[in-house]
């Protein structure tokens, strides 16, 4: 199955296409805006994937948490290209497509995103299975969850924000980003999710653990 993978959650845009593996990749990372970049990039991943848009099979869009204005960029985007093309979409969340593309570490993973406010939008997987529920909480309240694992491996576009908890944990690892395996894991991701639930709702929108706020910068 062809897949184009769109994920405008954090403020690095990335966009793939997929087939048995990742075929083509298109990355931009700020000051450039996902509202002027995504349907470009969209465009150069397809061509240098050497696919024709006729071609795709299945939209597979981050579905949050994250950006607030990302998101919605994001899903407004692949659902007009899904209602033009006759192209199904689905929405997968952001949170899962992290713990999905770490799932061969062993221990606890933990993908951060930034919620602002000095909290965290995050989860603890293992071996791609989440454990509990998403969380957007304050990081003092993720070590109360964490603290007694010895094996704790950070991941995501935040993971830096928990370096200094690390620096006495010999078990407890910062990964930098990897948009490669981000972006394969949400195409696989999105197959599963289609093949189960078959393609989103018209109505469906993004997954927002708090209330958007009225103001919030548009940049991305």
Known sequence: MIVVSIDTS???????VCGE?????????????????????IDDALRSAGVDVTAIELLAVAGGPGSFTGLRIGIATAR??????????????????YGMAWKEL???VVPLLD?????????RYHRGTKIGD???????????????????????????????????RPGWTVHQPEP???????ARLGVSIYQQKGPAEDCA???????????????R
């Open 80 to 97: 007009g290209i899904s209602l033009g093309m006759g192209i199904p979409m689905v929405l997968v969340p952001t949170l899962d497509v």
């Open 10 to 16: 954090s403020p690095t845009l990335k966009v793939g």
């Open 205 to 219: 929108g993004p997954t927002y653990l708090r209330e958007p706020e009225i103001g919030e910068p548009s940049a």
């Open 134 to 168: 998403w969380m957007d909480i304050a990081l003092p309240g993720l070590i109360s969850k964490v603290h007694s694992e010895e094996e704790v491996h950070f991941v995501g576009p935040d993971a830096d924000l928990a370096e200094t908890l690390c620096i006495d």
């Open 115 to 123: 919620a602002r406010k000095h909290r965290l939008y995050c989860a």
């Open 106 to 108: 062993d221990g606890i």
């Open 21 to 41: 593996h990742l075929l083509a990749r298109s990355i931009f990372k700020p000051p450039v805006t996902h509202a002027e970049m995504i349907v470009p990039s």
């Open 180 to 186: 490669e395996r981000e972006i394969e894991a949400l």
